[in-house]
């Protein structure tokens, strides 16, 4: 190929790309559009059942409505409306005026409370992380250090430059603390487990032997620490004022100016950490909590949810860090040993936990609960009864971390919560099914992708392809072309390398020889979330939902991919991130009606039962808007007139034009929904053609149906 | 030249303790799939045990037999308590997506600190090595007695359970219980008594850990938490869940210490144990013996 | 034929065809609020040979995971389970286990990362006896894959020869009574065949069965009697091959 040829082709990508883009624009512009048809028949917005009483206003209406109001700028105003949102504001004012309003208004006091915020903030970095992904941190005292450390480094070094400047260096502690939250994170979250824990764990000494090296004592000034740390507070030594001056004025601020500054970040952080939960993002997180490979097949870059929300709790813990040495005593220094950054890292967890995991009020809680436990409980009970109650802080504590994650694992917000979500569910069944929303015809089927799409009349192809595990040839030489729009099946005893097959084709393993094409691209080797992005849907031989997200979240996480709204676009909710997520919401309930499922919509999929849940796994593959959908063993415990119905929705979703391809042992589906069908034996392709000629071909008989192999099974 | 296999023997024989607390962590991850966060701690109060029996000094003084059995029964009866609070509460669970075992060990493990250093106090404890009295003098590579005994103690026990779990009804209960609590209870296995077998087994390797240990470093309320640590980064590079990656991995720590020790690291040594471990997850993450679990989807 | 089980138990030791081995006497199973098992009672009788079918998520797994005493998470039981005069509703599922029961779960469940004899070995985990490993190679001999395969780990077999190495695993229990749950699913029509070829041949051999299936044709040709579970309920029971003539289990099991 010469230069020319090269420069062609490169050039035709980037056209290509350019007309995705395009193509992706004008869906999301014709989607919008089509969203807005009302439902038929009366004119009312039915609602549907458990959302009115969810709190926040957006979601409180059914998907084609609330695509509409997101469109609307008033919609982002109604956030506030809901009673959390109220209780949030109302809260927000009673902390900025306290001050003026209680007589008990000290020095002592007017410091806990702004503890308390840093200490909430701090529990709500760690929620995300481990709340909502569900990778626990045990060293974010780390971070809190590296954000003290940072603002004192930079305000004492450099004096009056830019970066001496108390809000730059709050800026690059922040920066700092996600820097070493991905260097930690990085390797600690590329496998699944505890290791996060570990890694953590483990570098809390390690942090604590750098800030006391006398190596490094030319930055960290070792064991003495830095105690000349530059404020914007006036003077941290005198009573606080209750006074409001202009932040910028050459007298410094007062240490109430300052505390408004806290107070107004509590509710930014609060808020942002909010949105994430709230976003596509939230529910990839929660999806990888809850089963890490389905949320890789449906497109959730698993290890950059992951690594994204670590980085975000470091940099939580970290301007928390800053702070708290800015408006405290203006000096940091690595205390006494490593144990004491293990037992603040682990009171962050306990206050997680005391709080309520994964719930978006429980930093807020068990940091104000734990800290007056720690703070004043004990030792007003200490004084009280003359017993040594100090020395066993930590054994308090951690009894009541015990006994929390025991008997209340959601913490006291999840009790509060649980009795919520029993209240409703006993009001949905006095009231019945409400009726659910009849949504456009056009959102009520599945998409096949259009767009960047090439390769042809062939979707997918192997070529020559294999796979061997230590030997063994799971996969020889197998050759298979899936045909634009058909109905594909693979059938052929167990251990033929059918499920290897589909491995090697979603990008789960790498084929040693020979090559996987889709969609006019190569594709082996390639990670499984290519393929995913591609447009390649699959479903799980063994069900892989995620059990505790309700069955409408199962289908929306499908549609993650489908929206471009980053991470950062999403914390701030920017009016893109909520129309994606306005039509994110009515394409799952229109999934949920093809496949028939939408009255189940707000049941948690765990308790759905079984043939329901095969196919929500269905509708949640389609919601790729994939142009091959997998299915392995779909008919897999059900009964005859459950596998009728599975006929059916298979041949709907080929009319859309979607190309199925379906891994079966069900004769009856396989010869009756399959355009073509290839057999493998022995990880060998041994037959291929229509229904017809596979039943007629004799080595199919003699491999499969007959009486040939009866050696091989083992008899 | 010298000095260098020096410090080669010399971490070989503190892998030995590594590699008997990295046995414990594997022991106990086979049956429940979870770290005990405690198992360092349940080492330390194995120390303090046989220090308050054998000490002329602050303890009773009876001989040093004697005083190991009470500090293994001690240990193993400190096992059994940490599954009785931090595991079998919390019913069944699935470690993977329900991380409360993190919280409930590690805190059972703070209040081990805790306790000890109300009871004995912050001040470290000194402890006579048993083997000393051999002639007191240093052998080969300067190296004393009581550390040798370190590296053939654990050899030994290590090899020795590594045959009873393979080759064994017991070992294989115990692999069936690892896998599929309920398919093994189905063979008439008593699962839940081999997960208590698996935190009692745990709690003796720490208590013969502890009584390694004492004489080589100080006895203290803290000294579980590095060298669990360390013993836990063993066990992930030995391959978790694996008897032999325990030995392995264990002496393989040692001597990576030993030799950072060595190469003038000072401060930074435990560093270099944990830059150990991210190298491990970046490189092989089931570690240098561990199987890959075959997962079917 | 079911020496060496440690059997306690009034009726055990002098246990003769005919008599009842296992009892089930308006059982109640409850996951939560969802009643999934509605009083049902049924019996299997020394060498007799006993199948329940039903449709998926009519409570056939339930059934067989409370008799066995394979504990879940929510789950609540009431009513009456008599095995070898035994009451056994409370009892771990080890303990019933002991009694000569041995239950090839449903998904064949064999231990992936222990050998073939491994697996064998576990399923005489009861057994104090000196004849393991002459049972073994009766296994072997019955099964002559397992023989070839002795030494490899079970994951690596195909789904076929997992469903051998369970029931086989399960004889090595020497019981008194095999259970056998869904020993058809996900296999290929083949497999199939042969699998109800050896259950056929234990039967013959006088082996207590209870088998539980979907493949309703199949099982019900197999068995002496057997009982229908629809939604919890039990809705028909009799021979087998009354059962298979029954124009109601026609329409709605055999797809006639």
Request: proline fraction near 4%.
């Given at each position: ?490 059938i052929g005893p167990n251990g033929s390398g059918k499920t ?133 063993e ?31 042992h ?14 493998l034996d ?22 499969y149906?007959?009486?040939?192999a009866?050696?091989h099974a083992g008899? | ?297 | ?107 064949r ?48 077999m195909s789904g076929g020869e997992q469903q051998m ?20 699913m996900g296999l290929a029509p083949l497999i199939v065949?042969?699998v ?61």
């Amino acid at each position: 190929m010469g230069f020319l040829d090269e420069f062609r082709a490169a050039n035709k990508d980037a056209q290509a790309e350019r007309d995705r883009r395009r193509a992706l624009k004008a869906w999301a512009r014709a989607h919008a559009r089509g969203a807005v048809g009302r439902p038929e028949g009366n004119g009312d917005v039915a609602t549907m059942p458990a959302e009115e009483e969810k709190g926040d206003r957006l979601e409180a209406v059914s998907g084609e409505a609330a695509a509409e109001q997101a469109r609307k700028p008033e919609a982002r105003f109604k956030v506030v409306t809901s009673p959390g949102g109220i209780a949030f504001s109302v809260l927000l004012f009673l902390l900025l005026i306290w001050p003026f309003a209680l007589p008990a208004f000290n020095r002592s006091n007017f410091l806990e409370i702004q503890r308390i915020l840093v200490f909430a903030i701090i529990v709500m970095g760690l929620n995300l992380i481990a709340g909502y992904t569900g990778q626990l941190s045990l060293g974010q005292k780390i971070f809190v250090l590296i954000g003290g450390y940072s603002v004192g480094v930079l305000t004492t070094e450099f004096q009056s430059g830019f970066l001496g400047n108390h809000w730059i260096a709050l800026i690059v502690a922040t920066l700092f603390g996600m820097l070493f939250g991905a260097l930690l994170g990085l390797p600690a979250l590329r496998v699944k487990g505890a290791y996060l824990s570990i890694v953590t764990l483990a570098f809390v000494p390690i942090f604590y032997v750098a800030f006391n090296s006398q190596f490094l004592k030319g930055i960290f000034n070792a064991a003495q620490g830095i105690s000349d740390i530059k404020t914007p507070i006036g003077n941290l030594a005198r009573p606080p004022e209750r006074v409001v001056t202009f932040p910028f004025t050459s007298r410094g601020m007062t240490d109430y100016d300052y505390y408004i500054f806290v107070v107004i970040m509590f509710g930014v952080l609060f808020f942002l950490a909010r949105n994430i939960v709230k976003s596509r993002w939230g529910r990839g997180m929660t999806a990888v909590r809850e089963s890490e490979i389905a949320a890789k097949s449906s497109g959730v870059r698993v290890y950059k949810v992951k690594v994204n929300a670590f980085m975000i709790s470091a940099a939580y813990a970290s301007l928390a860090g800053a702070m708290l040495t800015t408006f405290t005593t203006g000096q940091i220094s690595p205390e006494s040993a490593a144990a004491v950054h293990i037992r603040d890292s682990f009171v962050y967890v306990v206050m997680m936990i005391i709080g309520g995991t994964g719930t978006l009020a429980g930093p807020l809680v068990g940091a104000a609960s734990v800290h007056a436990i720690r703070q004043f409980l004990i030792p007003q009970v200490q004084e009280a009864f003359g017993l040594n109650l100090l020395s066993w802080t930590t054994t308090i504590l951690a009894v009541l971390a015990l006994v929390s994650v025991i008997t209340a694992p959601g913490g006291t917000v999840g009790i509060f919560n649980d009795r919520r979500e029993r209240a409703k569910a006993r009001q949905r069944r006095k009231q019945g099914d409400a009726p659910i929303a009849r949504l456009p015809e056009a959102l009520v089927r599945p998409r096949v992708r259009t767009t960047g799409v090439t390769g042809g009349d062939i979707v997918m192809e192997t070529k020559e392809m294999s796979k061997i595990f230590g030997g063994l040839r799971a996969n020889d030489k197998v050759s298979i072309a899936v045909k634009r729009g058909s109905v594909h099946s693979l059938i052929g005893p167990n251990g033929s390398g059918k499920t290897t097959f589909i491995n090697v084709v979603t990008g789960v393993y790498t084929p040693e020889e020979g090559e996987v094409w889709f969609g006019g691209d190569r594709i082996d080797g390639k990670p499984a979330f290519v393929t995913v992005e591609k447009g390649m849907g699959r479903t799980f031989q063994n069900l892989q939902i995620w059990r505790r997200m309700t069955v409408l979240e199962n289908v929306m996480v499908g549609l993650h991919t489908r929206a471009k709204a980053g991470f950062v676009a999403n914390m701030v909710r920017t009016p893109l991130a909520r129309r994606e997520e306005a039509e994110i919401k009515a394409r799952a309930m229109g999934l949920l009606q093809f496949v028939g499922l939408e009255k189940w919509a707000e049941v948690p999929a765990g308790a759905l039962p079984y043939g329901p849940q095969r196919y929500l796994e269905i509708a949640r593959a389609l919601a790729l808007d994939p142009i091959l959908c997998i299915l392995d063993e779909p008919a897999a415990g059900l009964n005859p007139a459950e596998v009728r119905d599975l006929m059916g929705v298979i041949r709907r979703i080929k009319e859309t034009g979607i190309t199925v391809f379906v891994i079966e042992h069900h004769m009856d589906l396989v010869m009756g929904v399959s355009d073509e069908i290839s057999v493998l034996d022995y990880g060998k392709k041994i037959a291929e053609g229509t229904p017809a000629e596979v039943q007629a071909n004799e080595r199919v008989i003699e491999a499969y149906l007959g009486a040939e192999a009866v050696e091989h099974a083992g008899v | 030249m010298e000095r260098f296999l020096q410090a080669i023997i010399q971490g070989l024989t503190s892998g030995g303790v590594y590699a008997l607390i990295a046995l414990a962590f594997s022991i106990v991850y086979m049956t429940t799939r979870v770290i005990n966060f405690a198992q360092g701690e349940v080492m330390m109060i194995g120390a303090y045990v046989y220090f308050f029996m054998v000490a002329k000094s602050g303890g009773i003084g009876v001989s040093w037999p004697l005083a190991l059995l009470v500090a293994l029964v001690g240990a193993m009866l400190v096992g059994l308590v940490v599954h009785l609070i931090s595991i079998a509460p919390l019913g069944k669970f699935d470690p993977n997506t329900n991380i409360g075992w993190i919280l409930t060990t590690l805190s059972v493990s703070l209040i081990l600190v805790e306790v000890m250093r109300n009871i004995a106090g912050e001040q470290a404890k000194r402890v006579d090595p048993i083997v000393s009295s051999f002639g007191g003098k240093k052998t080969l590579f300067t190296i004393e007695p009581k550390q040798y005994l370190i590296l053939i103690v654990g050899v030994v026990l290590a090899l020795v359970l590594e045959v009873i779990h393979s080759k064994t009804q017991l070992g294989r209960a115990l692999r069936a219980t690892a896998h599929d609590k309920a398919t093994a209870s189905l063979m008439g296995i008593n699962t839940g008594f081999m997960v208590r077998y698996s935190f009692a087994l745990a709690g003796v390797l720490g208590g013969i850990s502890g009584w390694l240990l004492a004489p080589v470093i100080f006895v203290d309320p803290n000294m579980g938490t590095l060298v669990g640590l360390t013993a836990f980064v063993a066990a992930v590079v030995g391959g978790i869940g694996s008897t032999r990656g325990a030995l392995v991995g264990g002496l393989t720590i040692g001597v990576v210490e030993s030799l950072a020790r060595w190469a003038g690291a000072g401060e930074w040594t435990s560093a270099m144990v944990f830059l150990t471990l991210i190298l491990i997850l970046v490189l092989k993450p089931t570690g240098i013996l561990g199987e890959a679990l075959i997962e079917k989807v | 034929m079911a020496k060496g089980v440690a059997v306690k138990g009034k009726k055990a030791s002098k246990a003769k065809a005919g008599e009842v081995v296992m009892e089930v006497t308006d059982l109640h199973v409850f996951y939560g609020a969802v009643e999934a098992l509605k009083g049902i009672s049924f019996e299997v009788r020394d060498g007799e040979c006993v199948s329940i079918i039903g449709s998926n998520g009519a409570g056939k797994t339930t059934t067989l995971k409370t008799v066995t005493g394979v504990s879940e998470l929510y789950k609540s039981v009431r009513g009456k389970i008599t095995i070898q005069g035994q009451r056994v509703e409370a009892w771990p599922a080890h303990k019933i286990a002991r009694l000569g029961v041995a239950h090839s779960p449903e998904g064949r469940k064999v231990f992936p990362n222990q050998t073939v004899r491994d697996n064998l070995m576990l399923g005489a985990f009861t057994r104090t006896d000196g004849e393991i490993d002459k049972d073994i190679d009766e296994q072997y001999e019955r099964f002559p894959i397992l023989g070839k395969r002795r030494n490899q780990p079970a994951g690596l077999m195909s789904g076929g020869e997992q469903q051998m190495l369970a029931m086989a695993r399960a004889l090595m229990a020497r019981p008194k009574v095999l259970l056998f749950d869904e020993p058809s699913m996900g296999l290929a029509p083949l497999i199939v065949k042969q699998v109800f070829e050896i259950i056929q041949q234990l039967k013959d051999e006088g082996k207590t069965i209870l088998l539980v299936e979907q493949m309703a044709f199949q099982a019900l040709g197999i068995a002496d009697r057997a009982y229908v579970l629809e939604t919890g309920a039990i809705t028909m029971d009799g021979t087998g091959s009354d059962l298979l003539e029954d124009p109601r289990v026609k329409e709605a099991y055999l797809g006639a």
